[in-house]
């Protein structure tokens, strides 16, 4: 795959798909190149297992080239949360988060705060909207705040936080956490701001689920501590018996056990595809199929409470009907795939979206308006 057209045919999946942030069906080329690390695994052979094996630094590597940073501070992890457990669990002072954050931040802060017997002091905020915004950040800050964990995107409305705003807001010192799931990949962002970043590519990288990463900046290794550090993540370069080696002074540190090959194999393939294609090419498109949404949504009368601003949102858009059950039940018989929470219903188009899965969905909301159906 080499153009950003290429990438776009290879969206094979059935129209009426609007459900990206919370799965995306495995890519062609990732379907393809997991089959053939399979087979390699099946032989046994220690030159296979080799060759499999070296899906873990082109995943590093990859990685690291879409977030501008080094290889070695990458590491591979089972899941975002995971990275965002080796971040929170390694502090001391007030951590700065939203109560209307996805469980992996809002949780994995609060488990933190129980494990240390509150060295880590949970400090939550309840902006309005669930829009983390640097005013919401600074009325919280005081002299024990160590860290910002923050979601890039949010999961329920779609705003995209603004990191090197949220970064001057709460000052050199201190530490900004950033859960990218919802946006690395899709969107072309500058992720110097952070000291930490994680991610997974079972969305929009549509690499499957255990495909996830965490980067580690220099800064944030000086100030998290290890707590996690298994047996990857020591001075030993190989295995070790009676002895107890000291955590890496690298990010392997920031690592349990040796990670998943075929899932990284996942990653990379997930990643080198977006990499060619071009995030901003990527995000050019997404930007427009979400305009496209919005006003098929205004056009039959459904509110949108996500940002209408390009430059504030990312993949996701937040409808709140007056009958969102019914609404829900509506796409669903007419075979479209969204996500219904509470009185929310959550479309989530791509840059391969095609043109028939919004026409599809144009002609539903359509037929909603002066249908009779009533969901049980």
């Known amino acids: 795959m080499s153009t950003f057209q290429d990438y776009v045919d290879s969206f094979d999946n059935e129209s009426g798909y609007l459900n990206w942030a919370a799965f995306g069906p495995l890519s062609p080329s990732v379907r393809e190149e997991v089959f053939a690390d399979a087979d390699l695994l099946a032989s046994g052979r220690p030159s296979s297992l080799a060759l499999v094996g070296e899906r873990i630094g082109q995943a590093q590597e990859l990685v690291a080239e879409l977030l501008g940073a080094d290889a070695a501070d990458v590491t591979l992890q089972s899941s975002s949360t995971h990275g965002l457990m080796h971040a929170l669990f390694g502090l001391t002072g007030g951590v700065i988060a939203s109560t209307a954050e996805f469980p992996s931040v809002s ?5 933190a705060s129980t494990a240390s017997q509150c060295a880590v002091t949970p400090r939550w905020i309840t902006p309005g909207d669930g829009r983390v915004t ?6 919280a800050l005081d002299d024990d705040v160590v860290a910002l964990a923050v979601s890039h995107v949010d ?12 970064r001057e807001a709460i000052g050199p010192d201190r530490l900004l956490i950033v859960d990218a799931v919802q946006s690395f990949g899709v969107i072309d962002a500058d992720y110097s701001a952070a000291d930490v970043v994680v991610g997974h590519g079972y969305k929009w990288l549509r690499a499957g689920r255990g495909s996830a990463f965490g980067w580690f900046s220099p800064r944030a290794r000086e100030r998290i501590a290890p707590v996690l550090s298994g047996i990857t993540g020591t001075t030993s370069p190989g295995l070790f018996v009676d002895e107890l080696p000291a955590p890496a002074p690298s990010a392997r540190a920031f690592t349990v056990s040796q990670p998943d090959t075929l899932a990284a194999g996942r990653l990379a393939i997930g990643v080198r595809d977006v990499r060619d294609a071009g995030v901003a090419a990527i995000e050019a498109r997404l930007v427009e199929n979400v305009d496209t949404v919005i006003e098929i949504a205004d056009r039959h009368g459904i509110e949108v409470s996500s940002p209408r601003e390009r430059h504030q949102r990312a993949g996701i858009v937040s409808l709140a009907p007056a009958e969102p059950g019914r609404l829900a039940a509506a796409l669903a018989n007419a075979g479209i795939v969204v996500t219904a929470r509470g009185a929310a219903v959550r ?11 919004l026409e599809l969905l144009d002609d539903t909301l359509r037929a909603f308006g002066n249908e009779t159906f009533i969901s049980a």
Do not use: K, Y
């Open 155 to 166: 999961f329920r409305t779609g705003f995209r936080t603004d990191l090197a705003a949220l």
């Open 107 to 111: 949780l994995t802060v609060e488990r």
């Open 347 to 357: 479309i989530a188009p791509h840059a391969g979206t095609d043109a028939a899965s």
């Open 134 to 139: 640097p005013d919401a950040v600074t009325d």
